[in-house]
């Protein structure tokens, strides 16, 4: 077995400067980020509290601005547990057992990365729109997919449930599949092996899975505004909220409803940043 030694003289690598080139590259990297995210965030913010903190709690305790949010809070209370479920499931088939189609599984966990939002809505208006494939059975019986909540749960899981599934199957994958074999032959049956053993190991990047989900359910706006049809109070989530009273020129409130998607974000950011932090192999990975 070979021993590797460190190199006598060697600096450790903290200690190492970087080449002046490199400076350079670290300097513009930061400048490029400050414009186009710091910036952006300040404008946000200095436009939500322009006119004062009272023009803004007005902004955002407006009828149709609390529907947005209760509307953009529902749809992510249903879509995000969901696509933790399809998540651990396509994930544990993945990475626990070999099938026939499990390239073909994979490559349908990705299709929404690659999708266009707006198609990934459209997809629903071509299936249970008043045109579609299902529009007159549903209309005959009453039922309302399109332009309700329905309508933007089935657009917003479609858009977001890659991404518990693709955070848990690496790792599923390097954690192999000797602990549940060992579970299974001390007497365990196939479920409390999975929710002794295989759900556990698996929590950090559960949760990490869950919050990335979480920020984009709520940030959603291409697949919803073609499913939703944007009725004031009714089917207007948060960003699509934001467009409306931009298009008519309430800055103060499309700016007021903005921060508020920002503080979700910035929060998301800062969960994110913890997850890392107790467990540093989520930040390895990515």
Known sequence: MTVL???VGARPISSIRLPGLAILLVLASAIVMAGLVVLPLFVVFHDAFAKGIGKYLAAISDPDAVSAMKLTLLVAAIAVPLNAVFGIAAAWCIAKFEFRGKSALLTLIDLPFSMSP????LVWVLIFGAQGWFGEWLIDHDIKIIFATTGLVLATILVTFPF??????????EQGVTEEQAALSL???GLRAFFRVTLPNVRWALLYGVLLCNARAMGEFGAVSVVSG????????MP???EILYNEYDYVGAFAVAALLCLLALVTLVLKTLLEMLQPDLHARH
Do not use: F, W
Not at 118 to 121: A, D, I
Not at 230 to 237: F, S
């Open 230 to 237: 944007r009725i004031r109070g009714l089917t207007n989530t």
């Open 240 to 242: 699509l909220h934001v």
């Open 187 to 189: 007497g365990a049956g």
């Open 5 to 7: 030694k460190p190199v």
């Open 164 to 173: 518990v599934a693709r955070e848990l199957i690496p790792l599923m994958q």
């Open 118 to 121: 707006v198609v990934s809505g």
